[in-house]
């Protein structure tokens, strides 16, 4: 039952959304409590602790990609004719679902930069979360991860808002940087992944205000901001107070994993974060979650919501990283934890 249930749960969700935002009126509150509640309910009663999907399983990456672009669709089908109420709740429930499942997909698929395809599907998905430097910048985070050079791991201590407005920016330039090096020094150029990435986000906004004007330009924007912060909300919680000696090995233990809740199964094994910097050229079909690995055992709601309060999150995790350190870190990990106090 399983099985099925995370092959269909994602293109559902995708469909039930924009069937709200089309619908419109008492529907968006079926929407937004959906996209609340759904993940949340189902984790609270089927926890699941296995190996990845099947092989044989069919691969859904492609057709979520195109539901996602769907439902961005939707959305701006739905804004001209929105009242204030329901353009704020449509803004928010489009928001929610570009941050999570059409980023996750984004993300797969701009790992597979063999496939040009693939690969631009990906840049207009992260276009939908604000992030085209991502485009390259998950190439610099899995490099990086969980050392100070990193702008995408968080520190032992920073409160989230702080590590936001050090990763945004952090990000784009490194990427920028990071692309300009494989060009031979020529960063301003149209080979250069970034800004073609930005065109990507140039255009989508461009779309946005030719569909519904400024006022469907300026709730793209807001939906955009929502889902780019739970983007960041999920690279701050994924590594955060965990520490690799910068050039030694990336290992299952420099990522904080999902303790098997089935939305994680069912949004192509996103939360065995281990795995995919450890293999991240492993489909998520195969993606598992080793013995070995640090669980952060709250849901995926539950951290998010606890990010957005310092004091909350330093409560609920700080005792988490100590365990870590205990449990988890070299020595030499150790040695650098306590230099940067």
Not at 15 to 37: E, H, N
Not at 187 to 209: H, K, M, P, T
Request: proline letters at 5%; charged letters at 15%; a negative charge.
């Amino acid at each position: 039952m399983i099985s099925v249930f995370r092959v269909v749960f994602a293109p559902f969700s995708l469909l039930f959304i924009s069937a709200t935002l089309l619908i419109g009126g008492a529907a968006l509150w079926a929407g937004m409590a959906y996209v609340i509640f759904a993940a949340t309910a189902l984790d609270a009663v089927w926890q699941v602790r296995d190996e990845g999907d099947a092989e044989s399983e069919p691969d859904i990456l492609m057709p979520t990609a195109i539901l996602s672009v769907v439902l961005a669709a939707a959305f701006a089908a739905f804004i001209p004719s929105a009242t204030t109420v329901e353009l704020i709740a449509g803004t928010l429930i489009a928001g929610a679902v570009f941050g999570t499942i059409a980023n996750i997909v984004a993300h797969e698929l701009i790992h597979q930069e063999d496939r040009p395809v693939r690969f631009f599907l990906g840049m207009v998905l992260e276009a939908l979360s604000l992030d085209p430097a991502d485009t390259v910048g998950h190439d610099l985070h899995h490099s990086l991860v969980a050392t100070p050079a990193d702008p995408s791991s968080a520190r032992k201590g920073e409160g989230f808002w702080h590590f936001l407005f050090r990763s945004v920016p952090g990000a784009a330039v490194g990427s920028f940087r990071l692309e300009a090096k494989r060009l031979g020094g020529t960063g301003w150029s149209l080979q250069n992944r970034v800004l073609q990435a930005v065109i990507v986000q140039l255009a989508v906004l461009a779309l946005f205000y030719l569909t519904a004007g400024w006022r469907g330009l300026l709730a793209f924007i807001c939906a955009g901001a929502l889902a780019r912060i739970i983007v960041e909300a999920t690279k701050y919680s994924s590594h955060y107070g965990l520490v690799r000696v910068p050039g030694s090995d990336i290992e299952m233990r420099h990522s904080w994993n999902a303790k098997g809740g089935v939305s994680s199964r069912a949004l192509f094994n996103a939360g065995w974060h281990s795995d995919h910097h450890v293999n991240d050229d492993r489909p998520y079909r195969q993606i598992q979650l080793p013995e070995n690995a640090p669980i952060n055992p709250h849901s995926a709601g539950l951290t998010f919501a606890c990010a957005l309060v310092p004091p909350l999150w330093f409560s609920v995790m700080d005792p988490l990283v100590e365990k870590w350190m205990l449990e988890f870190a070299s020595a030499d990990e150790r040695a650098i934890a306590a230099a940067a106090g």
